[in-house]
């Protein structure tokens, strides 16, 4: 079982800068949180991962809270491209084996 | 530098035919994970392969199913005597050892069966 919780949906308008919550309250000192989208029906694209620390890339940026049961990822300048499923993940370990498990995910439109 | 490389893009199977699905990991990649997303679903994940070996194949259906990732060449997903509920997308996924990394998709293999 996915180790997050996500809103189902959520809508943004184009410009505006789109902020996803992820709730991984279970989360251990260190498992890593990862962000992907993924576009009508094309493989997942990975957006951006962080430990603890707040981190930024070009497509996004992502705030891990201190206690780190919650994180948000943020679009800036959200266009319509930008409209997907958005998958925030927390690696789980079984067996020694890790591996990403998917939850519902966010569905995220951008309206012109 | 070429992504995750998955053949045929699509493929349609009569039921009972075999489904072959093929993976190559992007280069350096060790690690290979195969997910199944059926239509208007989330992805599944199915297993997780290292070279020659299978390390988690708890999301495998105990029949008709089975994956391997030999010393050389692309990993394959294998389903025997296919039936209409197998119709998915069949997503692969390659990773470098170590938690660090995220993984890298291919772009899947949409599998019908009529």
């Known amino acids: 079982d996915a180790k997050t919780t996500q809103p189902p949906s959520m809508d943004c308008a184009e410009g505006r800068a789109a902020n996803l919550p992820c709730n991984h309250s279970t989360i251990s000192g260190n498992e890593y949180v990862y962000w992907y989208r993924q576009i009508h029906s094309q493989g997942p694209q990975y957006i951006i991962h962080g430990l603890k620390n707040n981190e930024t890339n070009e497509m996004a940026s992502l705030i891990i809270t201190e206690d780190r049961k919650s994180s948000t990822l943020i679009l800036p300048h959200a266009t319509l491209r930008d409209t997907a499923v958005y998958y925030c993940i927390v690696r789980v370990q079984i067996q020694g084996a890790q591996k990403l498990v998917f939850g519902q995910g966010t569905r995220l439109t951008i309206n012109p | 530098n070429a992504g995750v490389m998955q053949n045929p893009r699509h493929l349609v199977r009569r039921r009972g035919q075999e489904a072959r699905l093929r993976c190559s990991p992007m280069?350096?990649?060790?690690?290979v994970y195969w997910y199944r997303q059926l239509p208007e679903e989330g992805l599944k994940f199915m297993v997780y392969?290292?070279?020659?070996?299978?390390?988690?194949e708890s999301g495998m259906p105990k029949e008709r199913f089975s994956a391997e990732f030999p010393k050389e060449g692309p990993s394959i997903l294998r389903i025997q005597q296919v039936v209409r509920g197998d119709s998915a997308a069949y997503f692969c996924a390659s990773s470098p050892a170590g938690q660090a990394y995220g993984y890298t998709f291919g772009s899947g293999t949409r599998l019908t069966v009529v």
């Open positions: 392969l290292q070279k020659e070996n299978i390390i988690d």
């Open positions: 280069k350096g990649h060790s690690h």
